[in-house]
């Protein structure tokens, strides 16, 4: 599939498409169903969630349950793209991890933009430096937003006073 002068496979299309319905499915979930406003609640503070009569550890079954279908699903759409080997998702988990880092841990829209520019830098990086230098790139982004902003670009900075 040609889009803007550049060529997209079928199964890219069809991946990108899944990863934006299920994203918009989550983020409807933990904004407005019980359970996962009760997810937000139990990553804050699981005490006072416990307090307030959320059940923390069917909360966190949950999470896990979700978290294991998510990746079991991703790695079924990705299969038949890539070559499947045990290590193959290690970079894209990662970088993954950088994405939520950089774009701040409680914020899915600060993720989102931060997976974006993050891609950006390193094919920018890898078309004028190197394609060896694309990992260095997103790690060195990481480094600096950790040393100057360490809750990410859209982050809370939690304080707690004594």
Do not use: C
């Not at 804050?44 to 966190?60: H, K, N, S, W, Y």
């Not at 499947?84 to 993954?96: F, I, N, Q, S, T």
């Not at 409680?106 to 830098?121: E, K, N, R, T």
């Amino acid at each position: 599939i040609e889009i803007i002068g550049g060529i997209i496979s079928q199964g890219h299309v069809i991946n990108m498409a899944w990863a934006a319905g299920i994203g918009l499915v989550l983020f409807v979930f933990f904004k407005y169903t019980k359970q996962g406003i009760a997810m937000r609640a139990v990553t804050d503070d699981p005490e006072t969630a416990e307090l307030m009569g959320i059940p923390v550890r069917f909360i966190v079954l949950l999470t896990w349950g979700m978290a294991g279908f998510l990746a079991a699903f991703a790695g079924v759409l990705i299969a038949p793209i890539i070559y499947v080997a045990p290590e193959m998702m290690d970079e894209v988990l990662v970088k993954g991890y950088v994405a939520a880092v950089f774009g701040g841990l409680y914020s899915i829209p600060g993720a989102i933009l931060g997976a974006l520019m993050i891609g950006v830098a390193e094919n920018l990086a890898g078309g004028y430096l190197g394609s060896h230098y694309k990992t260095a790139t997103a790690f060195a982004m990481i480094v600096l937003l950790l040393a100057f902003r360490p809750q990410g670009l859209f982050g809370i900075q939690k304080r707690r006073e004594v």
